[in-house]
């Protein structure tokens, strides 16, 4: 069958039911006396037909959103000073713990250098004190030997052992700025590793991209000033909207379906990753975020999607198409065949899952075949007559040959 068969079928039927209802209309408005009411409404009813089917149907959503990075990192120095250098560009791929930027770091290396003459300066002191002490120590224990013999007496005693004690407080001096000293060489050495700027994010994958660039080279930026911005992209984040109604089908984990205009015709797969427990107050709908695979970075922060979620799946069901449930006094329904195909029968329904143009009903007596043109046109009982569709052919060359044939 030709592209598009099934459409020309689904036509050719609809304008010969028209046709059989108008001519049916027309014989009956210019019919001689003998034909009164009765006549009219006994007589048969074109109509079209379909079967009730039985199986899967799903109730799907579609839901607009955009694509935000998954994880977003923004380099900035911890230290003020100019930038000498800038290491990546936009769209460059950047390693965890990779230098991204350096500054200037003469004033830096200066601290280090005098941080280090200070600790020199205070270990000198602390072997001075240690020195006097110990001096202290041998005049001491020689005093006290004199005065165990009676030759010191006890103020030279006293003397001695308070110089001691002046020498071990000068001491624990000295090792008090030893250790300042020290800490201070460390400050100024961490400072002198900050102008050498970091990409140092925390979990997600070793590697990331170059998303935003806010300075240059010969910039003179301040402690804290954002260099960079490093996303993630693999896996990349969707994020939608939802309403009260179809909140409550939503779970992690769910499947999604997803498609850009970036890419027409073809389709990303994701699930639910977060749901928000609460909702926005100025539009009533909640948050949902979504995981999508994104091999090759494809797919970019910022582009806007159509996100398909199945919400509902039933996995055996009465389906007939949309078109043949039909209301009667505020009551949905279907008009049933008989198997001859000469009659109809209404049946109550209630209509549930929609997709596309088929629809889920529920009720009694629901097999067989359904009216889906002309019940307009019939009441239950009503006698029916189904005209047959025509075979579509597929056309021939006009030399009736085939196109094998050619040569």
């Known amino acids: 069958m030709k592209p598009g068969g099934p ?15 108008g001519w049916w209309m027309t014989a009956m408005l210019h019919e001689g006396g003998g034909a009164g009411l009765d006549d009219l409404v006994l007589r048969p009813v074109p ?31 911890k230290v003020g000073g100019r930038v000498e250098k800038m290491a990546v560009a936009i769209a460059d791929a950047v390693a965890r713990g990779q230098v991204v930027a350096e500054l200037d770091n003469d004033e830096y290396v200066q601290a280090v250098a005098q941080a280090q003459a200070d600790l020199e300066v205070a270990r000198a002191n602390q072997s001075e004190a240690e020195s006097a002490l110990e001096i202290a120590a041998r005049e001491f224990k020689r ?8 030759i010191a007496s006890d103020s030279q005693f006293d003397a001695v052992r308070q110089e001691r004690s002046a020498r ?13 000293a020290q800490s ?39 402690a804290n000033t954002p260099l960079l911005l490093i996303v993630e992209l693999d896996p990349i984040q969707g ?7 179809d909140y409550a089908y939503l779970i ?17 797969v994701g699930e639910i990753l977060r749901i928000a427990p609460v909702f926005s107050k100025s539009t009533r709908q909640a948050r949902i975020e979504m995981s999508i695979d994104n091999p090759g970075h494809r797919l970019k922060p910022g582009m806007f999607i159509n996100a398909m979620v199945e919400l509902e799946r039933l996995t055996d069901a009465i389906i007939v198409p949309e078109q043949a449930v039909t209301r009667r006094e505020d009551r949905s329904g279907v008009f049933i065949v008989n198997e001859e195909g000469t009659t109809v029968v209404w049946r109550e329904v209630r209509v549930g899952i929609r997709e596309g143009d088929r629809v889920q009903v ?4 629901l097999s067989g075949r359904v009216v889906t043109l002309g019940q307009q046109m019939v009441t239950d009982g009503a006698r029916i007559s189904i005209p047959k569709i025509p075979q579509v052919t597929q056309a021939t060359p006009a030399n009736g040959g085939s196109r094998g044939d050619a040569r």
Request: a negative charge; proline letters at 3%; zero cysteines.
């Open 143 to 150: 005093t006290e030997s004199l005065l165990n013999r009676g």
């Open 7 to 21: 459409k020309i079928v689904i036509l050719t039927l609809f304008v010969l039911v028209l046709a059989a209802l």
């Open 252 to 268: 992690p984990g769910q499947h999604v379906d997803l498609t850009t205009d970036a890419y027409p015709g073809e389709t990303f």
């Open 184 to 222: 201070s060489l460390e400050t100024a050495n961490i400072r002198l590793g900050y102008t050498k700027v970091t990409a140092g994010w925390a979990g997600g994958d070793d590697y990331r991209v170059v998303g935003e660039r806010y300075v240059d080279a010969g910039q003179t930026v301040a």
């Open 168 to 180: 071990q407080a000068q001491l624990k001096v000295a090792e008090a700025q030893v250790a300042k």
């Open 47 to 77: 109509v079209a037909v379909a079967p009730i089917e039985r199986g899967a149907i799903a109730l799907k959503r579609s839901f607009s959103g955009e694509l935000e990075a998954m994880a977003e990192f923004v380099v900035a120095p």
């Open 362 to 365: 529920t009720g009694e007596g």
């Open 239 to 245: 994020v939608i909207h939802v309403t009260e109604k």
